[in-house]
């Protein structure tokens, strides 16, 4: 009696791990494809509103080249002042999330497209670092948002 409970205990233990590793994978997934979100927004709506939708009431903003940015308002106060001068294009790479599923982060490559002020346009590319954290309603919020300057990618 004593090793078939051993085994019942086993077996209910991989299976609950199994399953653990299956909705990591799912909500691995699930922030990639919000991410994804984020980023067709960003080019329907303009940068500014995608951030509006897309962070977190208290998150933080690290722009390449500029002092931090707190909190949701200041930030989408900060980017509609020049929300229409620019177009802010972003591709997410790989998405990964606690084991607790509560927090998670993403990685991409980003292209700034502006024009200068003789009406030149130029662009200007980038990777970014996002960290979520997982909502109440069990939506994906942006808490840290941070990118710099890359190369530009090979043509190849």
Do not use: H
């Not at 590793?21 to 980023?39: M, R, S, W, Y």
């Not at 999330?97 to 590319?125: C, F, H, N, P």
């Amino acid at each position: 009696m004593g090793s078939k409970f051993v085994l019942l205990i086993s077996v209910t233990v991989c299976l609950f791990s199994c399953d653990q590793v299956l909705n990591l994978e799912k909500e691995k997934q699930i922030l990639l494809d919000t991410d994804k979100g984020f980023a067709r927004k960003s080019l329907e709506l303009g940068a500014a509103e995608a951030f509006r939708l897309y962070l977190d009431v208290n998150a933080m903003q690290l722009p390449a080249g500029s002092n931090p940015r707190y909190g949701l308002d200041s930030i989408y106060t900060i980017m509609k002042q020049s929300d229409g001068s620019y177009q802010l294009a972003w591709g997410p790479q790989q998405a990964e999330v606690s084991l607790s599923a509560d927090m998670g982060w993403s990685w991409g490559r980003s292209t700034l497209i502006y024009s200068e002020e003789d009406g030149i346009q130029k662009k200007w590319y980038g990777k970014y670092l996002n960290v979520w954290k997982k909502q109440k309603d069990g939506s994906w919020k942006v808490l840290v948002d941070l990118g710099n300057q890359s190369p530009a990618p090979d043509d190849k």
